[in-house]
């Protein structure tokens, strides 16, 4: 009863910190987002440029991207009850699936949007930017670049399928302002095109992107298996104990941003049931102590054959 009391706090503890760093990350991007999005605006339109102002709302955009980054996290982070002894970790996933298809209808509007300048080729009656919205760009490039890395960071140490969604969303608004800085530089130069042109790049990156963070967050919707390198890491930590002989049986399961295991193994079958209980604790405390993103493991032992 004392080590499942002390394994809880410290899954507690870890929670916490889950959500703490999620909050904070975000709260931090948000209000960037905001200050360069009243930027981008303001320049676009004393610069005459419909690009960076296009720009100005997609980063806008991100805004509601880490309000549901900040609501998926909160539900994710919430004690198991009675109605969800598993506790809530995929509310998270909804949290990642709702952003990567905020990034695949975002990266489709840039895509369509691209597509009819180039069918069109009416380039005769646009305005020629100032170099106000050029240097607009660059700011937002580089902005955005480093909210990317820094969202990145934290969503890896806390492994975040929603926070990692919103670092990509961050990448896709930089990526859409070097499309920006590309269309203002091209107009500046007389060849407003190479606009439409990037666009329709950073469409296709956009898309791979959506999907990617999409396939991820299904896996660990769906019951997906753990990667093979931690089953084998899994299974010769296990097989390290003297006294297992052998694992009958291996399996697990990605509950949100958790692991849950389900290990069978053999030991002596002369041993009595406490000596064959007292096994079976050593194994599930060395897994959840070696892998920390193990929030439960079941062991279930076997008489050697």
Same mark, same amino acid.
């Given at each position: 009863?004392?080590?499942?009391?002390?394994?809880?706090?410290?899954?507690?503890?870890?929670?916490?910190?889950?959500?703490?760093?999620?909050?904070?990350?975000?709260?931090?991007?948000?209000?960037?987002?905001?200050?360069?999005?009243?930027?981008?605006?303001?320049?676009?339109?004393?610069?005459? @440029?419909? =690009?960076?102002?296009? /720009? %100005?709302? &997609?980063?806008? $955009? #991100?805004?509601? *991207?880490?309000?549901?980054?900040? !609501? +998926?996290?909160?539900?994710?982070?919430?004690?198991?009850?009675?109605?969800?002894?598993?506790?809530?970790?995929?509310?998270?996933?909804?949290?990642?699936?709702?952003?990567?298809?905020?990034?695949?209808?975002?990266?489709?509007?840039?895509?369509?949007?691209?597509?009819?300048?180039?069918?069109?080729?009416?380039?005769?009656?646009?305005?020629?930017?100032?170099?106000?919205?050029?240097?607009?760009?660059?700011?937002?490039?580089?902005?955005?670049?480093?909210?990317?890395?820094?969202?990145?960071?934290?969503?890896?140490?806390?492994? @975040?399928? =929603?926070?990692?969604? /919103? %670092?990509? &969303?961050?990448? $896709? #608004?930089?990526? *859409?302002?070097?499309?920006?800085? !590309? +269309?203002?530089?091209?107009?500046?130069?007389?060849?407003?095109?190479?606009?439409?042109?990037?666009?329709?790049?950073?469409?296709?990156?956009?898309?791979?992107?959506?999907?990617?963070?999409?396939?991820?967050?299904?896996?660990?919707?769906?019951?997906?298996?753990?990667?093979?390198?931690?089953?084998?890491?899994?299974?010769?930590?296990?097989?390290?104990?003297?006294?297992?002989?052998?694992?009958?049986?291996?399996?697990?399961?990605?509950?949100?941003?958790?692991?849950?295991?389900?290990?069978?193994?053999?030991?002596?079958?002369?041993?009595?049931?406490?000596?064959?209980?007292?096994?079976?604790?050593?194994?599930?405390?060395?897994?959840?102590?070696?892998?920390?993103?193990?929030?439960?493991?079941?062991?279930?032992?076997?008489?050697?054959?």
């Amino acid at each position: 009863m004392k080590n499942n009391r002390i394994m809880k706090e410290k899954s507690m503890v870890k929670e916490d910190d889950f959500s703490k760093v999620a909050n904070k990350v975000s709260i931090i991007t948000m209000v960037q987002n905001v200050v360069l999005s009243v930027f981008k605006l303001l320049a676009g339109i004393f610069a005459n @440029s419909n =690009a960076m102002i296009c /720009d %100005a709302i &997609h980063s806008a $955009s #991100d805004v509601f *991207s880490t309000i549901v980054v900040i !609501i +998926g996290v909160k539900l994710a982070s919430k004690e198991s009850d009675k109605e969800h002894p598993y506790g809530h970790e995929r509310l998270e996933c909804v949290a990642a699936i709702l952003l990567a298809m905020v990034l695949f209808i975002t990266g489709l509007e840039i895509g369509v949007q691209a597509f009819k300048d180039i069918i069109k080729g009416n380039y005769g009656n646009l305005e020629t930017p100032g170099k106000l919205a050029l240097v607009a760009a660059i700011v937002s490039i580089i902005t955005k670049e480093v909210m990317y890395w820094y969202t990145r960071y934290h969503a890896k140490k806390i492994d @975040s399928s =929603a926070l990692m969604a /919103d %670092a990509w &969303h961050h990448r $896709s #608004d930089a990526l *859409s302002s070097i499309g920006a800085f !590309i +269309g203002i530089g091209g107009a500046m130069l007389g060849a407003p095109v190479m606009d439409a042109i990037a666009s329709l790049v950073i469409f296709a990156f956009i898309i791979k992107v959506a999907f990617d963070i999409f396939k991820d967050a299904m896996d660990k919707m769906v019951d997906h298996s753990c990667d093979e390198d931690t089953e084998k890491e899994m299974y010769h930590n296990i097989m390290n104990h003297e006294q297992v002989m052998d694992i009958d049986l291996l399996q697990t399961r990605i509950f949100g941003n958790k692991i849950y295991v389900d290990v069978e193994i053999q030991v002596n079958g002369s041993y009595t049931l406490q000596e064959a209980h007292k096994i079976a604790e050593e194994v599930h405390e060395n897994i959840e102590h070696n892998f920390p993103k193990v929030k439960h493991i079941m062991v279930h032992v076997n008489p050697a054959k």
